[in-house]
Every structure is written in C-alpha cells, then in structure tokens.
C-alpha cells in the first residue's frame, strides 16, 4: 500500500522558480529509484528526472542545468527544483516509485508558466 503525495505546485512567471516535494507512505531507499514525470495538454508523459537508490540521476535534455532532482531516505521525500521556469514547461508533475515489478504513482500537482 504504497502513497505519493505530491505539492509544490503552482503558478509562476517565466525565469521563476518553484519546488516539488514527492512524500512517500514508505522507504523510497526500497525502491530502484524515484522520478519526476510530467504531461502536458495533448502530449505524451514524459520523464523529466530521475534518481536511482544508488543517487545516480538523469534528466530530460530539456530541463538539464534547470531542475535538480534529490532525496532524503530518513524523511521518505524526493524534490525537484525547477529554476529558469519556461512556458513549455507548464504541465501536471507526478511522482513515481518503481520497484522490481510494480510502479507506483501520485496524483500529479499542476505546474504553471505564465506572465
């Protein structure tokens, strides 16, 4: 009975910033690893960071150098700062949890770019 809670969401301007905080309802470190996912108005989910048990993280090239992803095992909670906020960047944010042979989602926070 695993839960992903996300928050942090909500509306800024381009250049802003903001930060999501993914709670889990167990260990994230019993996981292979932890992401940030995002889905857009007509578009497909994306994979927008990840990071493994091992603290090995990946990003999609379009957020490289904007968002860091992190974790903190003793509280269950995984992060993502988003800086130099664009407009493209405007979508719901999910976490996700991924174990051996199960996948685990939140209920998604809105993210939106806008002057």
């Known amino acids: 009975q695993v839960q992903l809670v996300e928050s942090g969401g909500g509306l800024v301007q381009p250049g802003g910033s903001l930060r999501l905080s993914c709670a889990a309802s167990?260990?994230?470190?019993?996981?292979?690893?932890m992401g940030w996912y995002r889905q857009a108005p007509g578009k497909q989910r994306e994979l927008v960071a990840q990071?493994?048990?091992?603290?090995?993280?990946n990003y999609a090239d379009s957020v490289k150098g904007r968002f860091t992803i992190s974790r903190d095992n003793a509280k269950n909670m995984v992060y993502l700062q988003m800086n130099g906020l664009k407009v493209e960047d405007t979508a719901v944010y999910y976490c996700?949890?991924?174990?051996?042979?199960?996948?685990?989602w939140g209920q998604g926070t809105q993210v939106t770019v806008s002057s």
């Open positions: 996700k949890a991924s174990a051996i042979i199960r996948q685990y």
């Open positions: 167990g260990s994230i470190f019993s996981f292979n690893a």
């Open positions: 990071i493994t048990s091992g603290s090995s993280t």
